[in-house]
């Protein structure tokens, strides 16, 4: 493989893997607080990418609000799902929560198919979803990369850097640190520990939008399972990383892409198997080292 | 000086499933006062801290600070009206700084000014802490992390401050500081509920003292007076009565 050729398949993987580290973060943040898998988080990505294509096609935003509109609104539906379903059964065994997690994923597919229709939608700049520009192609040593790629990539970089600022350098964030430590003792600090978990459901869903409109972009469409593959591989990579772990989430989501990516590139005959690469690290993963790459011993809470 | 009931407590039940763990409690603080609280293992101490901040769920009574019924009132409001628990072993939080620890107790607060007096005044008291400022907490000794404890619950600027065993686990030479600390941050004006297995250190420094055994108070008088009592002398201060 010539150099060019590696660049350009690199390039590609970092921006699946900073995909994948987006939606990993959600699923890292909520079971460090809650203790609780949220099986529906990749519904909340799908419905990020459906906001973003409404904002556009029905209320005619500029494609820049409508994605900042997606943002914001996924948050809210992120927070809503957990005031509704999550909060009700928070001293409630957590196999409880997490069947309601699961409920709640099999409530949010078959509510877009009602509300959005089971076939898929087109995700193309064509229909003026984003700019065409977007799909140009940048010459570098001979080889040809979508301006997209880099602008995934770029978008990426800058989501973590907020999120790992948001987390370590504001008081919300040392709350978040704080609570998924230890709840009741947070609480006798006068935190009001609802608003902390409502937040962590905003950022981690916030998050995922932005996964999903780059994943959109990138896969242009979207369908009621859209989030489920990537869903579940951002849950491996979360896992792969050490669930609990932001900075392992980021960690497990370049690695699966990356992996993904380069296996694929340097095997072609295995192209077919590309998914189950993921499941391969994560059985991997869990034989050599059970708490994941950057995962530490996580003592139940009693 | 008229003294005045801070906090007052009746008639105060928990169960835990099928176990009545508080048989029905009344406890009365006076403004400016140490009063404690001791008793065994399993009595029910530390319980009757969880359920004044409603971290457990209280089946039947009443709690009254300053006036105010706070019942039902949500932890953290309870926390913001005034009243801060020094949980039982320390609870500090390891992946966060000291600096971190500290402000966390002024989470509620908005005096940008009065933390930082405040901060300034832990920090005098204990002024181990302000060279560890930077370091996790979960990287501080067993004494560094009671007196951070402790430090962090005078950050909520209570007017009551609920001590649960903060001696547990203490070299006898720190015991000392803490209950040294403890008669300082009650000239400063805040008043304290302390609990104790160590009666006799907790007594000595009390005005007040209630002594609880399974759930029920089986005794109270002023410290001096339990000191003195036979019966006190036997079962908690391991004195033989000839």
């Known amino acids: 493989m010539s150099l060019a050729g590696f660049f350009q398949h690199l390039v590609n993987a970092l921006s699946l893997g900073g995909i994948y580290a987006l939606i990993a973060i959600g699923y890292t943040m909520v079971y460090g607080i809650l203790r609780l898998i949220n099986f529906a988080h990749g519904d909340v990505f799908t419905y990020g ?254 | 000086m008229n003294t005045q009931t801070m906090l007052k407590i009746e008639d105060l039940h928990v169960h835990y499933g099928s176990i009545h763990a508080l048989k029905g409690i009344s406890i009365e603080v006076e403004t400016g006062q140490i009063v404690t609280l001791i008793g065994a293992n399993g009595a029910g101490k530390t319980t009757t801290l969880q359920a004044i901040t409603n971290l457990v769920r209280k089946s039947g009574g009443k709690v009254l600070f300053n006036g105010t019924d706070i019942t039902h009132m949500a932890t953290h409001h309870i926390i913001n009206n005034g009243i801060a628990l020094v949980p039982e072993g320390r609870r500090i939080f390891p992946n966060l700084t000291v600096h971190e620890n500290l402000m966390m107790g002024a989470y509620a607060r908005k005096d940008v000014e009065g933390i930082k007096k405040d901060l300034d005044w832990v920090l005098t008291l204990f002024p181990r802490l302000r060279e560890r400022l930077k370091q996790l907490g979960g990287t501080l000794s067993g004494g560094e992390q009671q007196m951070l404890a402790v430090a962090r619950g005078l950050m909520t600027r209570p007017k009551l401050l609920m001590l649960d065993e903060p001696s547990l686990g203490l070299a006898p030479l720190l015991v000392r500081e803490v209950f040294q600390i403890i008669q300082k941050i009650r000239e400063e004006g805040v008043t304290i509920l302390l609990i104790e297995q160590n009666a006799l250190a907790a007594l000595k420094i009390a005005d007040y003292g209630y002594v609880l055994e399974t759930g029920r108070i089986v005794m109270q008088d002023t410290g001096q007076n339990l000191l003195k009592s036979d019966d006190v002398r036997k079962a908690y201060l391991g004195v033989a009565i000839t």
Do not use: C, H
Request: no cysteine.
């Open chain 1, 49 to 302: 990418i459906y906001f973003a294509f409404y904002a556009v096609v029905l209320f005619l935003m500029p494609w820049w609000v409508a994605f900042v509109f997606s943002i914001f609104a996924t948050a809210f539906l992120g927070a809503f799902i957990e005031r509704i379903a999550y909060r009700p059964l928070r001293n409630a065994p957590r196999i409880s929560a997490l069947i309601t997690a699961i409920g709640v994923s099999f409530f949010l597919e078959n509510f877009a198919i009602v509300a959005f229709g089971g076939r898929a939608k087109s995700f193309n700049p064509q229909t003026g979803i984003y700019p065409t520009s977007f799909l140009n192609m940048i010459n570098i040593g001979g080889v040809r990369i979508p301006v997209l790629t880099f602008i995934t990539i770029g978008i990426v970089i800058a989501a973590l850097v907020l999120l790992i600022w948001i987390v370590y350098r504001t008081k919300i964030g040392m709350a978040m640190r704080a609570i998924s430590k230890d709840i009741p003792t947070t609480k006798l600090m006068g935190v009001n520990a609802d608003r902390v978990v409502s937040f962590t459901f905003m950022l981690g869903s916030g998050l995922a939008a932005i996964g999903g409109i780059l994943w959109a972009m990138k896969y242009p469409q979207v369908y009621p399972y859209t989030g489920m593959i990537p869903g579940l591989k951002a849950f491996i990579a979360a896992v792969v990383g050490g669930i609990g772990s932001i900075q392992g989430a980021m960690v497990g989501g370049f690695i699966l892409g990356i992996s993904e990516i380069m296996i694929v590139a340097f095997v072609p005959s295995l192209a077919g198997y590309r998914d189950a690469f993921a499941y391969a690290i994560l059985l991997f993963v869990l034989l050599v080292k059970p708490t994941g790459i950057l995962g530490v011993e996580v003592s139940e809470k009693v």
